[in-house]
């Protein structure tokens, strides 16, 4: 893709992550869901949530999941479970991080990674589950764009997702209840690159990413479910 294009979505996360999100949800069930990673995020949200009295809360993490493989294990149908038991008023997604891999369109085509096709069949399914979340009764959903990744053609991908994720949420009938969160400036030294470690206000040292490249440590869900918080409950 080229580096104009990355530019203008730059610009556009700029605008789509809210300076002021504290809209009063009071005691509103929140609930947490997504892939490998939210599985430490989604625990310490639930932990940072209850410290601010925001209760009740709820998180769901499948491992190795994503939009990519319905086949394997089918979100829409989870999200809809999901929000039929907890009938929450927040929800957080994080999902995308999996999804690195072929995909078959609604006629059953292998679509391959990297095409055009990809990129709409990708974009229908993250709008498909933004609005069947809407649709559940969630006031406002909280998704998470893919933070810097270690391994170049993993950071590429983030950048493509995080445009598809910008894209979607734009669309005019979900813009006012689906809100970005960029949570790479919590776990970077350097804006756009991967950092294993960043450093705390008292000067301590924080392990943040996971050796693998892609995944949050416990510190590093902690760093960014207090921001969350912060951002969008007090």
Same mark, same amino acid.
């Given at each position: 893709?080229?580096?104009g294009?990355f ?12 300076s ?6 009071g ?7 997504g ?7 989604g625990?310490?949200m ?11 809360? &709820?998180?769901?993490?499948s491992? %190795?999941?994503g939009? *990519? +493989?319905? #086949?394997?294990f089918?979100? $829409? ?10 009938k929450?008023a927040?929800?957080?997604?994080s ?11 609604v006629?059953g ?6 095409t055009?096709?990809?990129?709409r ?22 998704w998470l ?6 391994e ?10 995080? &445009?598809i994720f910008?894209k979607? %949420?734009?669309v005019e *009938? +979900?813009k #006012?209840?689906?809100?970005? $969160?960029?949570?790479?400036?919590l776990l970077?030294r350097?804006?756009?690159t991967?950092s294993?470690y960043?450093?705390a ?14 995944h ?13 918080v ?5």
């Amino acid at each position: 893709m080229k580096k104009g294009f990355f530019l203008a979505v730059a610009a556009v996360l700029a605008l789509a992550v809210p300076s002021v999100s504290r809209a009063a949800e009071g005691g509103a069930p929140v609930l947490m869901m997504g892939d490998s990673m939210m599985r430490l995020l989604g625990l310490a949200m639930e932990k940072e949530l209850k410290a601010a009295g925001v209760q009740p809360t &709820a998180s769901f993490s499948s491992l %190795a999941s994503g939009l *990519a +493989r319905l #086949d394997a294990f089918d979100w $829409f149908a989870k999200a809809d479970a999901l929000m039929k038991e907890h009938k929450p008023a927040t929800v957080v997604v994080s999902l995308g991080a999996n999804d690195r891999q072929t995909l078959k369109d609604v006629t059953g085509r292998v679509v391959m990674l990297g095409t055009p096709e990809w990129e709409r069949e990708y974009a229908l399914r993250i709008g498909r589950i933004m609005d069947e979340l809407i649709k559940g009764g969630a006031t406002r959903v909280i998704w998470l764009l893919l933070p810097d990744m270690r391994e170049p053609v993993q950071q590429e991908y983030a950048k493509l997702v995080n &445009a598809i994720f910008t894209k979607e %949420a734009a669309v005019e *009938a +979900r813009k #006012d209840k689906i809100m970005l $969160f960029d949570s790479s400036p919590l776990l970077s030294r350097k804006p756009g690159t991967f950092s294993l470690y960043v450093m705390a206000p008292d000067g301590s040292v924080l392990t943040v990413r996971d050796a693998d490249g892609i995944h949050l440590t416990n510190p590093g869900a902690k760093r960014v479910a207090q921001s969350l918080v912060k951002t969008y409950w007090k």
